[in-house]
């Protein structure tokens, strides 16, 4: 079956209908965009058809391109893939010119046929493109109907004639939140932005573009650029107001991007070079600069763990080979802000919920946290108010735990005390079924140590959360000792009903994700100990992409939980600890009261409604400054090496054992620099040879945990990369 179908309907309207078969969404391939274009020239070389309607078969439009068609056509380029990526690009501008110019006489620009656009809901990135190329867009008026360019967000800009077509539409300035900020608009403000034309109720969308097309004109269907005497909304560049336009897009986009992120500032550039000249040279010099983009390794990098790696970890890339374990009603313990988000994320993915507290108004608390998220999405129209009822309905709060029998999963999310989770344990495993699967969400404490408190440790696993639930993506799944493939099968297929990305994870101290962000804060206090000016720390961090630097991150997270994380770890580790020189600086803090955001004091000044206002300056009162501040080279070497370093043992640990896990649970956990595509894909960035320069460096200043792993030592001595001999994902364990 093809991914296009044609059909001419009786009142000579041909119908192109876009259905990829076996996927709830459609995304375009190389094969597809053929037959699209097989389909457009049979509608306008038949003189029967009067117009054109592009729609889907699905209640979507369009996911976007199929990011695997690039990967395939970059590897068929052999060792100079740029101009076959040209030529495919070129290839797609040439089929979506013929969209637009639909058959006109090229002097005259009449006798085109019309081509409409039925967007049936959610239309991103290449879809938008086919769109923009139309003559008429008209979008269904739906909760989850949305529309946008949001390539910017995986590392690339709309290359089809997105980024040309809109910006000239528009002007530059106007363009931005789609192009820049890779912003999805709902219908009504899609229209308001002309990304659309018209909003319909569903039922009336192929008659309203089918009643557009059979009365359009020839100037309806006549792009603005085609006609003569056009001029840039907002200005060209060599006009005033134009030039200002791109003196200040080009100051947003390095503030906003830190010179990190190659894409927006090819964006500008396409725009600002293709807006001198013709709209057919324009789009070749959009071609030009996408495909550097794509030569580019931090957006390959973008790309193939944002994309490619995400979701083979979402599609079950790393799930044990047992049977079918979809959650049907799943049970959680403690309704404080990680049960109830948990609770919420269930409930709306149609899972039946039940919410446990010790008493009821704690429970019933819980349950206004999820309708608190619904009631917000019903202001800004992604919920309806069917919808809320709907999922607060599968929500049972209760302080019974008989209300737990027949849960097939449980998450208990009660304190982080080791005691009080044993306690919970016991008490609730006689009541649910045999098979049920018992998961902990906890972020430091020991899963193996845990289990010990389960009658069937085989079905005992720990879930990490992260928080807020709601809007983070990651879920990182600890295995135990005992924990059985099932158990693991269970938690991963959770995890996809709730529509999160999992990696999977053996047991250890601070797990994967912890054991990676505590030491870029600790590396940060660190510097300040030192005297290291803690702007020139931060902005570091900010610099490299970071979204908040390590003094910030100990603030947000408060001291309290910092300081009572390095009491934890001291004792359980003893002589083989080596963090007190840190300790010291935030157990001085704590004494001074100083307990991070909440309490407007902290590594921070605050104002009075908890602003930032620069870090405080009683740490240079305690800590004087040096005189010689290290170079920004070096600050930002040592933050990244305390991350990656820890990322590399893990996977020399075999706690981590897939590195594609490793990426993408760093970007999606904490923020590991997204350009870089996380730790893995850094280190093969810059070559395995250079990072053991620098870590040798490193560790001669500063000490034996910049000390190389000799994995990576490895990896130098025989010129091999992460992902030239791990990317497959099957190393059990690295070394």
Sequence with gaps: MSDFTYDLHDDGVAVITWDVPGKSMNVLSREAFETFEAALDKGLNDGAVKGIVITSGKDTFAGGMDLNTLATIR???????????????????????????????????KGGKPIACAIPGLCAGIGTEIALACHYRVMADTPKGRIG??????????????????????????????????KMLDPKKAKSAQLIDAVVPAED????????????????????WDQKGWKMPGGAPYHPAGFMTFVGASAMINGKTKGVYP????????????????????????????????????????????????????????????ADETVQKVGILGAGMMGAGIAYVSANAGIEVVLIDRDQDAADRGKAHAEGILEKGIQRRKVTEEKKVEVLNRITATTDLDALKGCDLIVEAVFEDPKVKAEMTAKVEPIIPDTAIFATNTSTLPITELAKASARPEQFIGIHFFSPVDKMLLVEIIKGAKTGDRAVAKALDFVRQIRKTPIAVNDARFFYANRCILPYGREGLRMVGEGVE????????????????????IDDTTITLNASIARATKAAMGDAYSDAFTDEILFWLESEGRLGRGAKAGLYAYDEAGKRTGTWDGLHDKYPLLEDQPTLTEVQHRL???????????????????????????????????????????????????????????????GIRFETPALLRD???????FYGRYGSGHAAKAA
């Excluded at 803690?534 to 970071?546: C, D, H, R, S």
């Design 640 to 702: 990244l090496m305390a991350q990656t370093l820890e990322a590399v043992r893990s996977f020399e640990d075999g706690v981590l054992t897939d590195i594609r896990e490793g990426d993408v649970g760093a970007i999606l956990g904490w923020g590991f620099a997204p350009w870089s595509g996380g730790p893995f894909s850094w280190l093969d960035m810059i070559g395995a040879a250079k990072a053991v320069e620098i870590c040798d460096a490193l560790a001669e200043t500063h």
């Design 149 to 182: 360019l949001p390539e910017i967000l995986l590392g690339l800009f709309p290359g089809a004639g997105g980024t040309t077509r809109y910006s000239r539409m528009v002007g530059a300035m106007a363009a931005a939140p789609v192009l820049l900020e890779g």
């Design 715 to 721: 990896l130098a001595e025989t010129g091999e990369t």
């Design 205 to 224: 969308l192929m008659s309203a573009a089918k009643e557009w097309v059979l009365n359009a004109t020839d100037a309806d269907i006549v792009k603005p």
């Design 534 to 553: 803690p702007a020139l720390i931060e902005n570091a961090a900010k610099l490299l992409g970071f979204p908040v630097g390590p003094l910030q991150l």
């Design 75 to 109: 590897a068929e380029g052999g060792e100079n893939p740029a101009p076959a990526l040209f030529e495919f690009t070129m290839n797609g501008h040439r089929i979506l010119r013929k969209v637009e110019r639909a058959g006109m006489d090229p002097k005259t620009n």
């Design 263 to 322: 894409a927006a500032k090819a964006l500008l550039s396409s725009i600002y070079e293709g807006a001198l000249v013709p709209f057919d040279t324009a789009l070749k010099i959009e071609a030009r600069w996408f495909t550097s983009i794509l030569m580019d390794p931090r957006s390959s990098a973008m790309i193939r763990s944002l994309f490619v790696n995400k979701q083979a970890l979402e599609k079950g890339a790393n799930r044990p080979d047992v």
